[in-house]
């Protein structure tokens, strides 16, 4: 089962996330980056010479050292992780995150919920939708 | 009376001219191949505080600040010898010499006429000094003006930065407050009693309200954000399709009559009005839950001043005119939550709107007894 690459700095939202994959029976093994240049190891290799393709990237916007905004950037530009699903998982909804999210290809852009029911909710959907019912790209490369 | 003379010889006459000279405002000067003053006006007079007796025969830099007396002449000899035989003179650097050592800007234009074999300079001369104050004071006012149109600007950014951080930072914790105050429920039910476990429950509701009031600030931020986008719009139409919504959304209150008069049209942000009257056909609909029947009305008629008022007005709860001008501040809330719920942000919204439109928006009511918003928007009827 491919992993699911989560991109999250709020230890708090970490457990909160982790915490709702597992309450919606979400199994894929968790892989968890805690800032641009960590997601960017997990993907690409820490000398960038081949990482992990996750099954879907759930990624926050507000990172440090780099933004989660660059981050979808490198995501997009790797033919390796092009097709890849990202969604955004973000406190935000100003329109420039929103447009720079969906101009550089993010799938989805969902703004967590204060509430943990919706939140667990928003979470069993998104989970639901890309790794059931969704068909997801064909490899790109050997596995 | 002698009969009259033909008009060509009052032309010829030398008193006609001297008439002239003494009616202008400008100083008329002459001088002579020596540059000594040889005519000078009543105006001249005006301007540089000497008499004619007393200037006749004297030297022009007299008229002339001590530095501008040699380049003056300079200038005399070559315009002399040109070509050009008038000469318009502008600019910073003419200046003239009052009698009291006083000096001023001025504009003149000199010509030179050659009669008999005599050349003779004219000078025809303004004091400025007016005008320039008049010119430094409206550049002073730009410079003033584009100034604080950067600190606008500069605060205009400062606060969307503030709102963005606001949108980040605050929900986070907040985010984290309920959903751990939910999972001790979920963890520990079997330990938590019933008690903690309402304790725990208030904790959560409290984290959703902040949630909601930070989005409501925000979205009063983000709302008149931007530039008005005005055309014809029919807020007549729109009220009619807000009551729509509102009934769909709460059936239970069928006991609701709207009257809204037809044909109200307004040059307005189409945006914007739809936002305002959903405000206000809210408020109205939130504070007449109580009656057992409702009556709101949305009307317009003519102020005094020949402006168009737009009256949205219930027979609800009313309000206290004592607390008239709290009632578009932003949070600010005449009943309790637990009576009417709401967070206090609509008639600020409300407000926001109506004064990006230019206009003005007030109350009236009394407690049980109803309430009115009347708002203008700004424009004269038939503009």
Redesign the interface.
Known sequence: MKPILLVEDNPDDELLTLRALKKNHIHNPVVVARDGPEALDVLFGADRSGGIVPAMVLLDLKLPKLSGIEVLREIRRSADTRMTPVVILTSSREEQDLMAGYELGANSYIRKPVDFAQFSEAVRQLGLYWLVLNEPPPESRPT | MTGTRPVGEVLDSPEFFRRILAIADDAVLSVDEDHRIILFNEGAEKIFGWRADEIIGQPLNTLLPQWAGAPHTRHMHAFAAGEAVARPMRGRGIRGRRRDGGEFPAEASISRIDVGGRTVFTAILRDVTAARRIEEDMRRLNADLIDRAVQLENANRELEAF??SV???L??????I???A??LVEDFADTVDDEAKDFLRRI?GA??RM?ELIDDLLALSRLTRGDLMPTLVDLSAIAREVVDEIRRADPGRARVTVEIEDGMTAVADSRLMRTAVVNLMDNAWKYTSRNDSARISFTSGMDAEGQRVFTLRDDGAGFDMAYADKLFGAFQRLHGTGEFPGSGIGLATVQRIVHKHGGRVWAEGAVGKGAAFHFTLGEREGE
């Open positions: 709102s963005y949108s980040h930072d929900r986070a914790p907040l985010r984290s309920s959903g751990f939910q999972l959560e984290s959703t949630a």
